[in-house]
């Protein structure tokens, strides 16, 4: 936490020092950083000091050590050596170029895995699945991401393709470090995720490698079934009224193309 951080997430640790006095556990100090790093009270690039959160919630430093740790597992805080820990600053036009770059090769992957995977191989992705629900029911982000990346990592191992499981495990790192799978800020149902990642191990099952490849394709880029309460608090473009014609206009046109796709604008974060 810098010298000039907001004076919000100061009133913040203040506001909750009586009650960490009586119940300190470090699941509570990850809570509240987390929420802070959501709300930006934390901002981008501040430096987390444990010693003076620990100090303002009149705690011991331990606990406070841990969530800081947990927190850098989920890819929100990252260490300096000799500086200590910060707050992650992520681009978000870095976060869609990687993105873009996602969608092609899990939409190959999910085709070439649907034409030949075994059974095998499908149970060990319903095992993961279920990795991911447990993570859930335990409040367990980073254990949630784990699982949700080794998923689609042996996806694209399945897909009997070497060159495209070579690409992913190049990309992958930059995929996690940037947020573009599995997004730890992710404000949405967790558990319909979960149950997301197990309708696309139905779709790898049913054989129709179509129908896999779209499904992974929309998931990578953002556009699947599970919302992220972020995007409705996201400003949106206003369109433009050109070419109006019969009370319709061009830009109208497009939005009602998606429509019919059934594709919505929702970005969930734990792809």
């Known amino acids: 936490m810098a010298s000039n951080a907001s004076g919000g997430f100061v ?11 009586k119940t300190l556990i ?5 809570e509240l950083l987390r929420q802070a790093v959501v ?9 987390v000091v444990e010693s ?3 100090r303002r919630l009149g705690v011991s430093q331990a606990p406070v050590r841990e969530a800081v740790k947990r927190l850098a597992r989920e890819g929100l805080f990252t260490h300096v050596p000799r500086r200590g820990h910060f707050v992650v600053e992520i681009s978000s036009q870095d976060a869609e170029y990687a993105r873009q770059v996602r969608e092609p090769l899990e939409s190959l992957a999910a085709r070439l895995a649907t034409e030949h995977i ?27 991401r784990d699982a949700d990346i080794e998923f689609h990592t042996l996806v694209s191992q399945y897909a009997g393709n070497p060159f495209l499981a070579r690409m992913w495990e190049v990309i992958e790192p930059s995929l996690r470090t940037l947020r573009a799978i599995s997004d730890p800020l992710f404000e949405g149902d967790w558990c319909a995720m979960a149950d997301e990642h197990g309708r696309l191990v139905g779709l790898l099952r049913s054989g129709e490698p179509d129908k896999a490849a779209a499904a992974f394709a929309d998931h990578a880029a953002g556009r699947g079934p599970v919302p992220d309460a972020r995007e409705a608090k996201r400003p949106r473009k206003k369109a433009t009224t050109k070419g109006t014609e019969a009370g319709r206009t061009t830009a109208g046109r497009p939005a009602a193309r998606k429509s019919a796709a059934g594709r919505t604008a929702a970005k969930p974060k734990t792809n």
């Open 39 to 47: 709300e930006g009270d934390l901002a981008p690039n501040d430096r």
């Open 118 to 144: 075994t059974e095998e191989q499908l149970t060990e992705l319903d095992a993961l699945v279920e990795r991911m629900h447990e993570a859930v029911a335990a409040n367990d982000v980073s254990g949630f």
């Open 52 to 54: 003076e959160i620990a």
């Open 26 to 30: 470090s699941d509570q100090v990850y």
């Open 11 to 21: 009133s913040t640790l203040a506001t909750n020092k009586d009650r960490f006095r």
